[in-house]
């Protein structure tokens, strides 16, 4: 197969141009067509279907004319940590103009933090939780959230936890429930607090919303409507969103940073030891976090598909594109991001660089074996690709010690990789995985 040219290295520089080859975008109704389609293998699946094979079997396929991650902007290659610091800068700051967004605001000069109600105790877990509305305003309007934290019953000032912070973005009461009269696997509270780490969890919506869906023109064509920055979150900062204006998934980021700043004022907390976790959207979300906040001792992204950690320079049947996510969400992503519509194959980076980000510290990438959306071999070449930032560091990155198989993890190195038998979802077993890879980095003493 002939390779694919790409014939200018990404540049750090704010506002530098890609060389892209010119590639018609997919027609919306095609584009339509593979939406429903893969939604139409999801219900096969479900139905027990044998003769289609999840992509993330597909594991002879390979990367093509993927982009090295340890090259500058000038050509030279990245071998010192310094060198790969100052990358480092440039690529946050690209992306942040043309994939997530530029936040108008960092942490609020007037943030405050005001306690819902009294503390309470579960015994039968044992944790107390608290509870917690973060508010702040911009200079046109204010704005809040809640936040919640279960503690396992000795976390003390002398005795500080780690924790695991989920960014939700299902419903609180059947997934999340604050108050343990539904149990579910998407936020396991007593599993968690009992392997000694709290549990804290806020609803992504009460922040920027997520309801989009695109409306269809007479002619077929999706039209494609911006978030209304007239009201709601938005509207605290700016009045109209802009080219490179943040869109939800920064937003959602941004909410776990502001979630962080309460955690460093609970001395029963190591806010030094924080776990950002996100499932699906969620995924994308923790990884941003983790990238733009370096407080974050590790991150967790599961089953997180296309823009997040799923690589784009390599085939995988039925899973999520760039464009597909810019039409139906375009909400998410900064308008800067479409100009990649189409190009999933020729972009001049991809996900690896955005992971690697995170080095040196830990990073969790899951995938589920009946999720063909988020592409789960795709999903393992983003570990092993972002694995030479964390080797920079002196540091092991995804250790390939047994072959890629459901079921089976990889804890050893600093980057760890399981895939899970099921469908699209988080549950008991990636928690478990996930304590299991904290227990090795988070814990004090390891």
Not at 134 to 144: K, Q, T, V
Not at 240 to 258: D, H, K, P, V
Not at 285 to 309: H, Y
Request: charged residues 25%.
């Amino acid at each position: 197969m002939k390779k694919l040219l790409v014939s200018m290295i990404l540049a750090g520089a704010a506002g530098a141009a890609f060389a892209l080859p010119s590639i018609t975008p997919v027609a919306s109704e095609q584009m339509r067509g593979w939406w429903l389609g893969r939604f139409d293998a999801k219900r096969a699946l479900a139905a027990g279907a044998t003769d289609y094979v999840p992509n993330s079997m597909c594991a002879h396929a390979e990367p093509v004319d993927l982009p090295e991650l340890l090259r500058a902007s000038d050509g030279s290659r990245i071998t010192t940590v310094a060198a790969w610091e100052k990358r480092r800068a440039e690529l946050l700051d690209y992306f942040t103009r043309n994939v997530y967004g530029v936040r108008p605001v960092e942490r609020p000069s007037d943030l405050r933090f005001e306690p819902i109600g009294a503390d309470v105790e579960f015994p039968e877990i044992p944790a107390v939780r608290k509870r917690v509305r973060l508010s702040f305003s911009g200079p046109r309007g204010a704005w809040s959230f809640a936040a919640c934290a279960f503690l396992p019953k000795g976390a003390s000032p002398e005795r500080p936890v780690p924790a695991f912070l989920l960014i939700c973005n299902r419903d609180l009461a059947q997934f999340a429930d604050i108050d343990r009269k539904v149990k579910s696997g998407f936020f396991p509270v007593e599993e968690i607090v009992r392997r000694g780490y709290a549990a804290v969890v806020f609803k992504n919506t009460e922040l920027a919303l997520d309801e989009y869906r695109p409306t269809w023109g007479a002619d077929g064509t999706a039209v494609i409507q911006d978030p209304d920055f007239r009201k709601g979150f938005y509207a605290c900062w700016a009045e109209a969103r802009t080219e490179t204006s943040w869109g939800a998934i920064s937003a959602w980021a941004w909410g776990a940073s502001r979630v962080l700043d309460w955690l460093e004022t609970l001395p029963a907390v190591d806010a030094k030891r924080v776990a950002v976790i996100g499932h699906s959207r969620g995924g994308k979300t923790s990884l941003w976090a983790a990238a733009s906040d370096s407080r974050f001792a590790m991150a967790c992204v599961n089953d997180s598909g296309c823009c997040g950690a799923k690589l784009n320079h390599v085939a995988v049947p039925l899973s999520e594109t760039i464009q597909e996510d810019n039409d139906y969400n375009p909400h998410w992503f900064a308008r800067s991001y479409r100009q990649f519509n189409g190009r999933d194959h020729v972009l001049p980076y991809d996900q690896h660089w955005i992971a690697a980000l995170v080095a040196p510290r830990p990073l969790y990438i899951a995938s589920a074996s009946l999720d063909p959306g988020a592409g789960p071999w795709g999903e393992f070449l983003t570990a092993r690709h972002a694995s030479p930032a964390w080797e920079l560091y002196g540091k092991k990155g995804l250790v390939e010690d047994h072959p890629y198989r459901i079921g089976d993890a990889f804890l050893s190195g600093s980057v760890g990789y399981h895939l899970r038998e099921g469908h699209h979802d988080l549950d008991y077993f990636d928690w478990a995985r996930y304590m299991d890879f904290a227990d090795r980095h988070l814990k004090r003493g390891k």
